[in-house]
């Protein structure tokens, strides 16, 4: 078990780029998470999946974001044509039913740098 | 809607001291409070969780104490080393699958 992984850790882009993320979650973890931290601030919610349902998404996620986890196991992040502000470290998490707390996992982020 | 905030935004203390960071939330209405260590550029690491249903969890020197009705947690270090230099994190759920975190407290103990 390697933990939760994320891919790239970090990316440099222009204005106007698309940007795609992906997350690799802990193996037989159903739940996965995506979280958006600023400088200097906590973590913010963006979006679940149970398996390769989206059962929740923030008011964050505007509709440049796009998440998904077509297999039930790893999950991508795409934004589309970004902004200054989407400049954020983008964290993923994991949780499985047969961890015996109620802990989520959390990989190493990727940090988004828009120019 | 819950909002979670921690008290001081950061923390130098000179090394061994014993030191408490404090947390509070708006909602006592929790399922759980977390307390998690983030080190810079890196994720988060949980260091305790408590049930809505505990008073406190210890793990080694770290103890986290939990008030639902006042709606605050406190985390309570003791001999405190430079390696325990990061930003700390507590984060409450409720209910729904996510996490609410506060902004965190940066601590820095020096040598």
């Known amino acids: 078990d390697t933990g939760v992984s994320q891919d790239p850790r970090h990316k440099i882009t222009k204005r106007g780029q698309n940007v795609t993320f992906r997350c690799d979650p802990i193996?037989?973890?159903?739940?996965l998470y995506w979280y958006r931290q600023t400088l200097g601030q906590g973590p913010e919610f963006l979006t679940y999946?149970?398996?390769?349902?989206?059962?929740?998404k923030s008011r964050l996620l505007s509709d440049r974001f796009s998440a998904e986890r077509p297999k039930g196991s790893f999950s991508t992040l795409e934004i589309q044509r970004t902004e200054q502000g989407d400049s954020a470290m983008y964290l993923c998490?994991?949780?499985?039913?047969?961890?015996?707390?109620?802990?989520?996992?959390f990989g190493p982020g990727t940090r988004l740098t828009v120019l | 809607k819950q909002e979670v905030t921690q008290i001081p935004a950061a923390l130098s203390v000179p090394e061994g001291e014993n030191l408490v960071l404090n947390c509070s939330f708006t909602?006592?209405?929790?399922?759980?409070l977390q307390w998690f260590r983030q080190d810079p550029g890196k994720g988060l690491t949980s260091l305790l969780l408590?049930?809505?249903?505990?008073r406190e969890q210890t793990s080694g020197r770290l103890n986290a104490s939990l008030d639902k009705s006042s709606g605050r947690s406190t985390l309570y270090i003791a001999a405190s080393q430079p390696g325990d230099s990061a930003t700390y994190l507590c984060?409450?759920?409720?209910?729904?699958?996510?996490?609410?975190f506060g902004q965190g407290t940066r601590l820095t103990i020096n040598p």
């Open positions: 984060a409450v759920k409720r209910g729904a699958q996510k996490l609410v």
């Open positions: 193996s037989e973890h159903n739940r």
């Open positions: 909602d006592s209405a929790i399922y759980n």
């Open positions: 408590i049930q809505s249903s505990q």
């Open positions: 999946f149970q398996n390769e349902a989206q059962l929740e």
């Open positions: 998490a994991s949780w499985g039913p047969r961890e015996s707390t109620d802990t989520q996992y």
